[in-house]
């Protein structure tokens, strides 16, 4: 194992599901030693699989064996009085604090940033949650869905007019969240110095998205004009095509909106009349033209397979690409000759695939390290290091303080 | 809230264009670093084009949506056409810590900037490239747009109404996504650096980090050889159920609503007033609510469609429920929510009119991030020239003259 880029960075992950374990992962998968403290009964993640064959066991659901990588697990319950203090010894020597609890949780548990930061003041405590830690919705209930749909996201951009807006249907806002939270999070570590001192960085899923991705595409629009546009069903309305359209054996995404690029398309459609038509020589007019258009694409796309369409169509610079089934997407040469999909080695659920680094590090990779942890696989390990003799142990596990 | 900005002191040439690649460099802006995008007056970026303009006054300076995606970049111009520009981009980047570009592979190498000649000029310098695909593999060349990108990597096979074909995205998630993901694996290095003096070339494939979106339809691939397919607002792994979003009273609005555990699930019917369908028994525990999930999202739309979205979501929380409106682009700027995060701000850009941008979108307690507006072609040119790079006025006005400067 080589040392990766965070080695040396320790992490606690008090945190469920995606939004704090994927950013913990990624800390993990480079190096950082990351201990996610799970509730006795285990990350609610071990419940919802999937799992080998639809049978349910804490050990092997997907979401939790995907999202765990590389990690130590400990059990710990927060309410417990020796459990707080264990998890106040935990903190006072970490890094970072990766949390994506609702605000007023934490403060239930007296675990909010104030109370943490006099235990431990260069700690950089992450928090991700749906809605953030101030503002009228911050103790909202929320989850990913939520989150999602309060961006203007899938108002604009997802979905059929009429018919509801559309999540891309996995933890898109989560990911988001995490994502900003990786960045901004390290950025606080690595930058203490400059900061001088720990801080809390406040992420808020649906906030990042807002901003970042709705924001920066309409927001000065808006308030400058005082308009703004909604989904239309189809990948873009101003420029043509820019759709997904069904092929024979599934869909293809065309797009196709300069010049030579639309001239590829025609040769690798066998250059068809239509195709010289006045009303089809640039992308605006074709968009204003899309009901005829697309139908006619339509049928040769109809007549061929997804992959030969891409592999034509790229062979003569068009844009064109395959809608990869996630299978598809998994074992495609490309991924493969990179290594991305590696095999782990599970002590209860055997030999699995999981998805490699997300971005290659060559002086220092990372990527999936050690498989997921079991539930309080390492309670002894870590307790053992914050000084608790095997006497200490049992009776912390007597009492209810940890599994 | 008076000190220094954790990048303070790191300095990055940022190569990006379009989208993901001015996001790495506005993340890392935020965080502290001072960040020079080189553009050229010779190709005009698209994004810069792109209407509406600040004023209504069309130009390259003048688009909002331009501004807000990459504030926080500085910007130089270079014609790196030419190999003395090409010269001065390896002067710059030897001052730098920090090179960011997205080109496909080997444009770097074509404009006299590849990691080779990089790392000769500043060893230990980060760069970071974030291609579609990756530096290499069989479709390292793959043409897509950050809208199509998402299809190779299984996810738009997922978005789409349950039964039905997957429908686009209608803009390109992935590029805000790995533009700012991508300043992770930046600090990463700067950090390795810090420690070991080495620096390295990240080969970031934005379809690799994209995928990892889909990490949990792929363990179902992985353990059982399925595909999943759009499943709609339903819970992406069908654990829960009520799970999506439903009509409300006025035109093209709606409200969210997810239920993952039975508490949940009993104070959405309190909320209801429990009405005599919701305790059939189909829809008693979550297995039973999924198995019947059509009949149950419904009836709950029957009772959603008779209020308005906030007044509902609203009513809901109150229950315990997470409930929430659905918001379209005219709702955000003076919703009271992110008013009080301070999540859009007003700037004046420096040619002199307002503009509305994003603000720090993640809030940090002792560091206040730096908001800029967006960049104006060229107009760190006398500060990265003359200051950092020392060249003197008169061979200044020479290289401006004759459009290696411009």
């Avoid at chain 1, 503002?135 to 979905?159: I, K, M």
């Amino acid at each position: 194992m080589s040392a990766g880029a965070l080695e040396g960075i320790r992490v606690v992950e008090l945190g469920q599901l995606v939004s704090a374990p994927y950013c913990a992962k990624l800390f993990a998968d480079f190096g950082a030693d990351v201990v996610k403290v799970e509730p006795l009964t285990g990350d609610v993640a071990r419940q919802w699989g999937p799992f080998p064959d639809d049978e349910p066991h804490l050990e092997k659901s997907g979401l939790h064996l995907f999202m765990n990588t590389s990690k130590r697990s400990v059990t710990l319950d927060v309410r417990n009085d020796a459990g707080r203090s264990l998890f106040l010894d935990l903190i006072s020597g970490a890094d970072a604090l990766i949390e994506n609890n609702l605000p007023q949780q934490m403060r239930a548990w007296g675990l909010t940033y104030e109370e943490i930061s006099t235990v431990n003041p260069n700690l950089v405590m992450i928090s991700i949650t749906p809605f953030g830690q101030n503002g009228p919705y911050s103790e909202w209930n929320g989850y990913d869905l939520n989150a999602y749909h309060l961006t203007g996201a899938s108002s604009r951009y997802c979905g059929r007019p009429g018919e509801p807006p559309l999540e891309h249907g996995t933890f898109s806002a989560e990911y988001f969240g995490a994502a900003a939270a990786a960045s901004w999070g390290l950025a606080a570590i690595y930058g203490r110095e400059n900061a001088g001192g720990g801080q809390h960085v406040d992420v808020s899923c649906a906030e990042a998205i807002a901003a970042a991705f709705v924001g920066g595409q309409n927001i000065g629009a808006y308030a400058q004009d005082g308009k703004f546009d909604k989904r239309t069903g189809v990948g873009m309305s101003l420029g043509a095509p820019a759709t997904i359209l069904p092929c024979k054996d599934g869909h293809v995404w065309i797009l196709c909106l300069e010049t030579a690029q639309w001239n590829g398309l025609a040769k690798t459609m066998g250059d068809p009349e239509w195709m010289q038509l006045d009303i089809f020589q640039d992308m605006f007019s074709r968009a204003q033209n899309a009901d005829a258009m697309y139908p006619l694409i339509e049928q040769w796309t109809m007549e061929h397979g997804k992959m030969e369409i891409m592999e034509r169509c790229q062979a003569n610079g068009v844009p064109v690409s395959a809608v990869f089934t996630v299978g598809e997407a998994a074992e495609h040469e490309h991924l493969q000759s990179r290594g991305y999909i590696v095999e782990q080695e599970h002590p209860v659920a055997g030999p699995i695939r999981n998805l490699g680094a997300p971005f290659k590090m060559p002086a220092c990779p990372g990527g999936p390290q050690t498989p997921a942890p079991l539930l309080g696989q390492h309670n002894d390990e870590v307790y053992a290091e914050l000084g608790k003799s095997a006497e200490e142990i049992t009776q912390l596990r007597q009492s209810g303080a940890i599994g | 809230m008076a000190k220094n900005l954790p990048l303070k002191g790191i300095r990055v040439a940022n190569f990006g264009w379009v989208w993901a690649g001015p996001v790495t460099g506005q993340t890392l802006a935020f965080l502290g670093a001072e960040v020079f995008k080189i553009e050229s007056k010779t190709r005009i970026d698209l994004t810069r084009t792109l209407p509406p303009f600040g004023e209504g006054v069309p130009g390259p300076d003048r688009s909002l949506s331009n501004h807000a995606c990459w504030a926080g970049n500085g910007s130089v111009t270079l014609n790196l056409k030419k190999p003395e520009a090409q010269e001065i981009a390896r002067d710059l980047v030897a001052k730098c810590d920090v090179v960011v570009e997205n080109f496909g592979p080997g444009v770097m190498e074509q404009l006299g900037c590849g990691y080779d000649v990089l790392k000769a000029v500043k060893p230990g310098i980060v760069m970071f490239s974030m291609p579609a695909a990756g530096l290499d593999g069989p479709l390292k060349g793959v043409r897509t747009y950050g809208l199509s990108l998402t299809s190779l990597t299984g996810l738009d096979s997922l978005t789409g109404y349950a039964g039905g074909p997957p429908i686009p995205v209608e803009n390109a998630y992935s590029d805000p996504y790995n533009g700012i993901l991508g300043a992770f694996p930046v600090i990463a290095a700067l950090r390795h650096r810090d420690r070991t003096g080495q620096g390295q070339h990240i080969d970031y494939s934005q379809q690799e980090a994209v995928m990892h979106m889909v990490g949990p339809a792929f363990m179902d691939f992985a353990m059982n050889g399925r595909n999943a397919q759009p499943k709609g607002n339903r819970h992406p792994l069908g654990v829960a159920a009520p799970h999506g979003v439903f009509p409300c009273s006025d035109d093209d609005r709606w409200v969210s609503i997810a239920v993952i555990t039975e508490d949940e699930w009993k104070r959405l019917k309190a909320a209801m007033s429990d009405p005599e369908w919701a305790n059939d028994p189909r829809f008693e525990s979550a297995a039973d609510r999924v198995a019947n999930i059509d009949d149950l999202h419904a009836k709950l739309a029957e009772w959603t469609a008779q209020y308005d979205d906030r007044d509902l979501a609203q009513r809901l929380q109150s229950a315990g429920v997470a409930a929430a409106p659905v918001f379209n682009v005219g709702d955000l700027l003076n919703d009271p929510h992110y008013r009080a995060r301070g999540t859009y701000v007003e700037v004046t850009h420096p040619l002199g009119f307002k503009e509305t941008i994003y603000g720090a979108y993640v809030k940090t307690s002792r560091t206040e991030a730096a908001v800029e507006p967006g960049p104006a072609i060229g107009q760190d040119n006398d500060r990265v020239f003359k200051e950092i790079l020392g060249i003197p006025d008169d061979r200044y006005t020479q290289l401006v003259e004759d459009e290696v400067i411009y």
